[in-house]
């Protein structure tokens, strides 16, 4: 009968313990999706328009609480165009004046040279469906691909300018592959 006793109380200790490992893992679970549907959202990179920034499936986590997308972020962002997700930089928000030079080169933003470090690839690329300079609407985004020769973005009639609305966050962290694995911007960007 001790024996019995011993091993009806074993049992119970090991279904409490199975119980609190469950509750354990189905609060760990509500948090992850409460945190990705309100804070954070993830996206994988399709292609190599924006190398060498960011590579063909790179899975990035981005930000997107309170979040107001400025110039130079990477952003993911609903594509109708093209019926996807995209990966892009901000190269100028609403208001400001994006003017492309063709010949040298060169993405000018209010008169000013646009450059992003570490970006070798000019834009000449002539493939564009708007004429230079233009104005960029309230409310909307020019994005760019750092990869300019290999990058259907704002420039393409499929992407155009990005409302808003279409901008799912900022991506601030690569989680994969994992060799790769951290922030996307230095410290003093941030």
């Known amino acids: 009968m ?5 091993t009806e109380k074993e049992k119970l200790n090991f279904i409490d313990e199975l119980l609190d490992w469950l509750k354990s893992i189905c609060t760990a679970l509500i948090i992850v999706i409460l945190l990705f549907t309100f804070v954070a959202k993830s996206a994988w990179v399709d292609g190599e328009s924006m190398m060498p920034t960011l590579k063909d499936h790179d899975f990035l986590i981005l930000w997107s609480l309170f979040y107001h997308p400025a110039q130079g972020d990477i952003v993911a962002c609903n594509c109708e165009g093209l019926g996807k997700i995209i990966v892009k930089r901000i190269v100028a928000v609403g208001g400001q004046e ?3 030079d ?3 080169g060169k993405v000018y933003v209010d008169g000013e040279l646009f450059e992003v470090s570490g970006i070798e690839n000019i834009t000449t690329d002539r493939e564009s469906n708007y004429l230079y300079p233009l104005t960029v ?3 909307k985004y ?5 990869n300019r020769q290999h990058s259907t973005d704002s420039r393409s ?4 300018f990005v409302d808003s609305d279409d901008i799912l966050g900022k991506a601030v962290l690569r989680v994969y ?3 790769s694995f951290g922030t996307l911007y ?3 960007e941030d």
Do not use: L, R, S, W
């Not at 009639?157 to 155009?160: L, T």
């Open 2 to 6: 001790a024996q019995e006793t011993k």
């Open 98 to 100: 994006v003017n492309i």
């Open 102 to 104: 063709f010949e040298a």
């Open 137 to 139: 609407p309230e409310g």
């Open 142 to 146: 020019f994005v760019m691909g750092d």
């Open 157 to 160: 009639a499929y992407v155009g």
């Open 177 to 179: 592959p994992f060799g």
């Open 186 to 188: 230095p410290k003093d």
